[in-house]
């Protein structure tokens, strides 16, 4: 029997950022009833979606680094996103009457800063052209905007990756939700779930519990924590952590027909700046692991010093005289494999939609649809390789350290780059031989490494691991 304070619906989606307000979309052209849990109004701080470039970037994504199976099954499912896109966006136009422009190409230049940056762009054109998509090299003249200080020693041109404004998306999806009269929306979070007869029950900040068939977990970095014991145990998600990212959106000086991008280096997604409506241009992002995000927190001045110094240096020296329009800070899900967890968990009425790193704007429609699939045809999405019920491949803290202290290394760089000649690999030697030592011994110190790698075994803990180790006596 259910109370005043209760509502039943088909699904709940727990999370107002794009995943869930994706999700939800999709769930309701599918005529079920959808209840939202998650913050519509307020400043949304700490969320990924409002915080992100929004490039759609299928290729550029890719490092010389990365295995060529993960190339392989990463660029096909961020192909099926984009491919899907421009579509999606029109239904989003029509439904909300509001349109969300893509602007079409991303160029990713190549200069000094980066140790390897000749080999990602080889590596990044050869994705795109063993997927049948161009990839044009040109000289860094011929990018609109690009006027570094680091001169750039080549650049690539990707017409089929693009750019939308995420902050024009979210609202284009908060319209038709809003309206939608099968959609219910809570303003508030939720504190928790528990299994309660045949329905899951959502209890809400403001005092109203919410029963459901089915769950959706979109609430980005918040979803750790939300399910009770017993839940949590029978739903076995993979642990999720958080890279903190911090970007800003200024006034240029200067026109910027499509997004101009460096490589992934250090651990973020390199320096980036993609147009906005109006003039306006995006400059992003730093990324710092954290393992509990405080969504609280704003940007400090060495993220931003980060941002200003890198933005400057490698992409236009007028942005100097840029007009600061806003500031935002966003926590990007993340999982041990750097794989999104999409669709059902090892609970049949419990799916996630998350885990998207640096890729969600771009692989929201696609969460979408394979989370509505396990909903409304069970067991049609259970091998899907994002599935949160495969195998999630956790690397060795000495694997990870053999591998990543040149990350580390480009990391501890920012702002200004690069050490003086032979320097970088000096260090990078060392850092690597201590981290080793220290990993494998039985001081308080090594104790405090390991366990901190073990709440976040990914490349990205490498700094923290820096910190604590250094930290103890
Ligand atoms: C700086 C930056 C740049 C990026 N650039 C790109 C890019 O160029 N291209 C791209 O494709 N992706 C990019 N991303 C990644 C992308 O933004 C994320 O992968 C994606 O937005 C994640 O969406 P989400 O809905 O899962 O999480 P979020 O957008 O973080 O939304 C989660 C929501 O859940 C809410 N929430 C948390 N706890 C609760 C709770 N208990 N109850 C209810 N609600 C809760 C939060 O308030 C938040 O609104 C970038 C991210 C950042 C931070």
Known sequence: ??????????VVVVGSGLLGLSTAFELLNRDLDVTIVGPRTGEHNGQASRAAGAMLTVFSEVEATHAPDRIRLEVAQRLIARTGYQAWLDRIGE??????????????????????????????????????????????????????????????????EASIDPGALVEALTTILSAHRRCRWFNSAATGVHEHGEHLAVQVADGSTVLAAHLVLAAGAGVTGLLDADLAQEVAAPPLRSGRGVS?????PFALPAAVR??????????????????????????????????????????????MHDATAELNTTLRDAELIEVRVGHRPVTADHLPLFGRTGHPMVHLATGTYRCGVLLAPHAATIVADGITSPGSTAEHPYSPRRQVHVPALQELIATSTRGLVEMLCQPGGSLPAGS?????????????????????????????WERAPMAECLPLLLDAAGRIR
């Open 95 to 160: 439904a909300s009457g509001r349109q969300v422009p893509l602007i079409p190409g991303v160029w990713v230049i190549g200069n000094g800063y980066g140790t390897d940056d000749t080999a990602h762009l080889k590596a990044i054109a050869a994705a795109a052209e063993a997927h049948g998509s161009p990839a044009e090299f040109a000289a860094p003249g011929d990018v609109a905007g690009l006027a570094p200080q680091v001169r750039a020693s080549e650049a690539l041109w990707l017409p089929d």
């Open 424 to 452: 970088q690999e000096l260090l990078e030697r060392f850092l690597g031989a201590a981290l080793h030592e220290i990993a494998a011994g039985s001081s308080p110190r090594a104790v405090a490494v390991r366990r901190l």
């Open 1 to 10: 029997m259910t109370t005043m304070s209760e509502a039943v619906t088909d």
């Open 262 to 307: 460096s490589p992934n280096r250090g651990f973020a997604c390199g320096s980036h700046m993609v147009p906005r409506a109006d003039g306006r241009v995006y400059l992003g992002a730093t990324n710092r692991l954290s393992t509990e995000p405080d969504y609280g927190r704003r940007a400090t001045l060495d993220e931003l010093a980060t941002l």
């Open 248 to 252: 800003v959106v200024v006034r240029a």
